[in-house]
């Protein structure tokens, strides 16, 4: 009867492994390369990688031919290498984010399933891939999911060995693999590589009194590999860019952390809201989870997933540069925690209490009632809230067309949700997720067009050529050089007085020269002026239809439209008789 019980219940776990396998990999690989990159961190991202193979060099990063070190090379390795691979596009640039997103997805259902049980980890797993921010960091081209797959790794490693007193070998290894984890995370990132999951490690050695782990031998010769990872790079780095090392450690972390010379602040609370939107739709689930944690807080795998969770939420806040990305390290771990919170509801009241786990739900019903209202009656809704023309005229067909599948599905996920047995939550939020990321997948398309300058790159295409000089005055669109695909730099006009220029503080404040055998690439508005007036070649320039008439200012040179995208138009010094019908 044990043995039948046994089989009983791991074929009914390999179907809800399936269900969660099948739909991860929807979430992050359906239609990858159809939306266009969004800027500014997608085209930047995706370019700078572009033009690590253009100029061969694996060493310094270089955005539009110009050296742009605020962050370390190896972050835009994994697109680089993903272009070797498969070409450059928009699906490759993004590739490593899917991966590295379905890679932890896979690292903590094996961690969860270790230490918590099967039935929470495929909680842990369904919870994780569908939360907002993780989701959305899992299909663009920034790095970001990358380096959290990496402290999870160390993370998960760490206690894996810890947990394995008796196993000497295995112990060794856990905590090589940790150093070697976090080695890759610091050559992505730099010094918070280190400092993560290191006051993750070393507040969880404090909680539980375990402070004597940290004179080891295992533990303390692992140093070795951390070091041995992370020193060579970096030193030929500053080999290759001297004092680089200085402004990295200098002004990326410590300036960043500890004034407001980025001026991308916030309230001390700022990470806890962020935390809780991209936690979206399993944030109404958090009073529980918290009142379920409090009464495990003596448990020792608990403390380990609160240190890992609460800890660096902490340690940002008091930090004086916020941005969201920052706290992705602890979607996992907040996963494993409201995961035990969900599973241990008891069965025999599943279906008196089911309210509990379906309040995700509720969450996924407002954006749903909204899209009915903008696109049904737009009246009803407060003029702030109605969608622009363009938006409602992009997103209406892929709405009415799938409304009928989107409905169907939840109807079929609610009829599993109501059964009693104890995986039919489970795999009633896998069929209802699936058609709600349907939804998104769709809508993502018309969505990025409206903060993408691929439609403007593609139309400008055809008015370029060879000889010509294509510059950006007074503004900057990133994607527009990964667009473009062309092999010299579009020169930037700029006042000379921003903080930031391409998105990059460290251009605007070293003014590096552009990679050898490449022009000049920075213009202030009087070198333009000159230029504009002089050169003797054909100058293409993108420019804000509010700011055209300035490119003439001075010179009596009057530009010439040859097209209109948006707000944005390009503009000729110099007719362009071919294509005298392009609006």
Known sequence: MV???RRIFQCRGNICLLALSLLCSFIFFHKL???????????RNAEVAREILLLNNWTTPHYNFVPRLDKPVFFYWPAALSYKAFGVSEWSARLPSAFA????????????RAFLGPWKALWSGLILAT??????????????????????????CFYSALSAERLKAQRALG???MYLAIG???LIKGPVGIALPGAVILGYLLLSGKWHMLREKSFVFGSLILVAAVVPAYAWAEFRNPGYLQYLLVEENLLRFFTHHFDRGGPWYSFFAIAAVGFLPWTLLLPNVVKHTWKKRSDDKTLFLLAWTVLPLLIFSFSKTKLPHYILIVYPALAMLTASAVHEIPTSSLRTRAWIPALPWFMLIIPLAYAALALSQPTLLPHQLRLPFQAFQALRPPIVALWPVLLLSLCLAIWIWTRAKEDAPFVGSCVGFFAWFLLIHELMVPLSSFRSSKEMAVRAAEFTRPSDQILIYDTYLSSLPFYLSIDRPIGVVWSGRKSSIMGSFYVA??????????????????????????SDRRLLVFVKEKNLARLSEGSGVQPTVLLKVGEIVLATNRGFNAHKTTP
């Open 509 to 534: 404040e070293k003014m590096p020269p552009p990679a050898g055998g490449y022009g000049r690439v920075l213009y202030t508005f009087d070198q333009f002026s000159h230029l504009w007036a002089r």
């Open 101 to 112: 997103g379905l890679a932890c997805i896979a690292l903590i259902y094996q961690f969860a």
């Open 33 to 43: 390369g159809a939306p266009s990159l969004v800027e500014p961190d997608e085209g």
């Open 131 to 156: 939360s907002a921010e993780y989701f959305s960091l899992a299909r663009i081209a920034h790095s970001e999911m990358v380096l959290a797959f990496f402290m999870a790794l160390s993370l998960c």
């Open 3 to 5: 043995f039948l019980a």
């Open 184 to 186: 890759i995370s610091t």
């Open 175 to 177: 905590f090589s693999m």
